[in-house]
């Protein structure tokens, strides 16, 4: 016999005691699981007729939210041309001045106080060009944003403008539809009024 190897397996000496009725009736079964009720359910003509028009009213919903969108895009644009035309004719008030008292000084050489006077004057038209250089600055980065904005909403209201026209087109023929059957129930109830009257007579 090779080494390490047993010549016999593990097996208990006597074979286990058999189970006694006690003890079979103490054993617990688990129950079988019960079968679930089918979830599914075909779909219904009116259930598909209600998915649709609930597609056509979100549709029309963002189609009306992107116009109100546009819309102040819109003003916001003409709120902002408005700030420039205003900026640009600062700007022309302020070159304007600045010549002037520029000249004033260049003419008065001499007067000590009047020249004090003109260089102050000239300070604070210096002090306005400093404030009309920041308010443009602000002015024009807001426009770069509006016009962005403007083209974005105008090509996805361009595409909404098409999704509302399709989901005109679907309206049409779910109203043609429901026309359509209810034409047919009507001339189904007349048809089984009729024969019930000649059965009758």
Do not use: Y
Not at 25 to 53: I, Q
Not at 64 to 83: G, H, K, P, V
């Amino acid at each position: 016999m090779p080494f390490g190897i047993k010549s016999t397996l593990d097996l208990p000496s006597s074979p286990p005691a058999p189970l006694s009725s006690s003890s079979l009736h103490s054993v617990s079964v688990a129950p079988l699981p019960v079968p679930m009720e089918p979830t599914f359910r075909p779909r219904r003509a009116s259930d598909s007729r209600g998915h649709k028009m609930d597609e056509i009213k979100k549709t029309c919903e963002n189609h009306e939210d992107l116009c109100r969108q546009f819309a102040e895009c819109s003003l916001q644009l003409r709120q902002n041309s408005a700030q420039l035309e205003i900026l640009n004719e600062t700007a022309s008030f302020l070159k304007t001045r600045h010549a002037s008292i520029r000249r004033q000084i260049a003419a008065q050489p001499s007067d000590q106080i009047e020249l004090k006077r003109l260089e102050e004057e000239l300070g604070k038209v210096n002090n306005q060009v400093q404030l009309w250089m920041r308010e443009l600055e602000e002015v024009n980065d807001c426009r770069t944003e509006l016009e962005i904005t403007f083209v974005r909403l105008r090509a996805a209201l361009q595409k909404s403008v098409t999704s509302v026209q399709l989901a005109s087109i679907d309206l049409d023929l779910l109203q043609n539809r429901h026309a359509d059957r209810w034409k047919k129930f009507l001339a189904d109830v007349q048809a089984e009024e009729a024969a019930a009257a000649s059965a009758a007579s």
